[in-house]
């Protein structure tokens, strides 16, 4: 049942149109990521549904409800913002309180409510803490307690990690699901990082230029990206130019190497070029490798990234990257040498735009 | 030879005489004059320890000159404030358009420079007996100022109005980077938690502008405390204020006793200095908060 | 932002500014009244034809320079010098350069008064040089924080250590450094530092008036007592040139280099 519903949003400062023809049917409970460079509208949106902004046409409804008209503090939604914004002149349970306070509720209902949220965010211990003597992890965390103390319908989170270390970022993000999944509270969630949608999300909606590129479940967008953008925005991956040689039969050349598709190319003559995706860790050079295709190339070159080294090697005019996982007793290929990296087809997709 | 002169140089660290000029000019011409002024507060004529000068003070026309003066300061910084805050308000949250903010700005520095004789005399010039404001108000209202409202320039609220001149500068000048410092944030997570604009106001912004309200409050009146020349030159003798008084003293002894004129000096320097330093304080609170 | 907070912050700023320009405009009519019935420069002309003027004036320009040229002496090189060799000390020398805010000008003349007069270890009230010169570093206190302030800043655009580092290994002594490499650096700076000072010394009454010594500023609380028209074109005057320094700060300011600062 849809919860959260934009139809047909837009939005234009001026003469520049932000966010073009937006549509997203949200579930009850669901956690769902806007996912996109900056300036691609993903900010403006969850403003939109705040209140912040207005949008130039469309719908906005929550729970059937229209909010058009409706003013921020009439909307019942709660919003962590990038920089915590906390409030400075006042302390942890006065920053959590805050909510319940204008809504004019009593003051042992109050006590209750935060203490309850300090407990889910685990900082009790800090409630007498004011702002400025917390780190950035402990910050945000009252920044959520904050946006949940008023039970919120919608939980709407702008870029919240973006300000913290790496570390504290991975562990606040599981924080983050988990909250939201033992409240069941409808989540929307902003940013530019790929890996954080892909890890805490029940669905991805990928924007690009104020519209929805793609919007599925993490492994799909992942998989299946549905345009070259969502392709070279989530995960790293191989572009490759392939000629056609038999529509027909799938068949294309990768410089001159043959393959064939699973996937129908489609409306397609021979001599055609097509563009393929492959993701770098869908091959491998090992031998006895498994895959029903296989591609020679030159070793270009042969990066150690920790976990993984990744090695690129040309192919015809297509240089292609593949990782391998690290083992003390890996030997990574030499530049110059000529290696072959089987993959199975299906792994190769056609990226129509 | 060379490592020699270095250790030497080590052991006897000779940076320190670099500020040495500084260090003994400062010392000449600021801190022992005021050091003066201070001991001698507290010493008979004859040079032995007393309070006598300091209980002294309560005699005479002196504690109402104090009084006075510190009802000028506090009139002017409170009027000067709340009018500076409105307007640095105004172009901070661009009620009205942008680019009026900038010249504002250099404009409040100019003018919050401007005690001084020329200014009384562009207050006498436009409020006085003969005064444009004064005569446009007789001769196309009928109102006449001295006898409908009571106001006389050579007045404590002359003086008042008159130093509104540079304590209104100073209040934009100091409050607007305190406006700025306001971020938007805030509102919106005030906003969007329920709060209406008027509680944004009254339990986010007000507390947070706090220190520096009051930091500036307290500049604002150690600035019309320690103002001498605007006040000589507007009232001549006829307002009995702290400045005017001491001027007084130092030119001719009119108290009769050096040291009870020290003291006087002495209780100047105590509530300016009070002021200022509670200034401070506020003011690395307001920064705290802002960090 | 609604309508009524609209008109707010246009009546605040309209009330603000006629606040600034009534008295401003008020005394520019008024010095203009000496001729009954018309307007006229007759108060201008009669000021600048009094040799009492010419002389004050004089007087007030020469103090001014002299205070700037000693600000410069004694500021330049302790800025410096604390950027470069004593960072530690930068808070305590900041604190001694405010303290002319904190007490007023006239608990500082009544201390010199009694501290230097004749009959003190040095008598600098003794005599006319004497007195001028402890006017010139009287002004020099009061100029202190704004001179300070504005060429510390003007340090901070630019890499002290560097670039006495580089002036040292090329040979040059202390003079040559702090004459040839770090004032012109900051010479902006110096300068609206001097454009400051030179505003207040030319209108100051009160270390004058107490001195004892014939400057601008109690010559004109002196024929404001006794004249009518006079004392006001003699304010616009005053108004004018400090106005003309202001102004001439903007634009020095304007042309100092914006470089990133650096701590």
Redesign the interface.
Known sequence: MTFLSLSHIQKSFGQVQVVSDFNMEIEKGEFVSFLGPSGCGKTTVLRMIAGFETPSGGTITVAGKDQSGLKPNQRNIGMVFQAYALFPNMNVFDNVAFGLKVAGRSKPEIEARVKEMLGLIKLEHLAERFPYQLSGGQQQRVALARALAPKPQVLLLDEPLSALDAKIRVSLREEIRMIQQQLGITTVFVTHDQEEALSISDRIVVMNAGAADQIGAPAEIYNRPATRFVASFVGTLNLIEAKVIDPVANRISIGDQGVTLREPLGPVKAGDTVSLALRPEAGSIAEGAKGDTALAGEVVSSNFLGSVVRTRMRVGASVISFDMFNSPGLRPPAVGETVTLRFTASDLLIIRD | MNRALHTLRQRLPL??L??M???I??L??????????VI?AFQTRDGTFTLQNIIDLNTGTIPSSYWISVKISVASAALGSL??F??A???V????PRW?KSP?L??S???S??A????????????GPV???TLFLRNNFGIVLQRDFGFNILSFWGLTVTY??FQ??LM?LIIAPALEGLRREWREAASILGATGLQYWRMVALPILFPSLLGTFALLF?NA??A??TA??LT?SSLNIV?IQ??AQ??GDVLGN?NL??AM?FG??VI??VA?VLYIWLRMRAERWLK | ?SVW??I???A??I??LL??F??????F???LRARRGVYSFDAYARVLADPQFQATFTYSVVMALVTIAIGIL??V??AF??RL??PW?RPY?EF?TL?????????????????YNTSSWLPLTGSTLGTNILLA??Y??LA?PYMYRAVDTGLRTIDVATLTEAAQSLGAGWATILGRIILPNVIAAVLSGAF?TF??VI????LA??LDRPAF?PY??RI??NKAYE??A???I??AI??GC?ALI?LVSRFQKTAPAKA
């Open positions: 940076t320190w670099g500020l000029p500084f260090v000019f400062v000449m011409f600021l801190v022992l004059p005021t050091m003066h002024i001698g009018i500076g409105a307007m308000a105004a172009v949250f661009e009620a009205v009026i504002l250099t404009f520095g100019v003018a420079n401007f001084g004789v020329p200014l009384a005399f562009a207050f006498l010039a436009t409020f005064g444009l404001v509104l001149f209104i500068p934009i150690a405390f320690g001498v020349a000589i030159a001549g400045p001491l001027f130092i030119r050096p004129g020290y000096a100047m320097i300016t200095a200022n | 932002m907070a609209r707010a912050g246009w605040a700023l009330f603000g606040y600034f009534v008295p401003l405009g008020g005394l009519e008024f010095s004694i500021v090189p302790t010098w604390v060799k004593m000390a020398v001694l303290l002319p805010l904190v007490i007023p000008a006239i608990v500082i003349v009544f201390g010199y008064i009694r501290l570093f009287g020099t206190i202190l400051l505003a207040i209108g100051e009454f009160t008036a107490l500023g004109l609380q404001g007592a004392p006001f003699l304010s616009v005053a108004f400090t106005w202001l903007q």
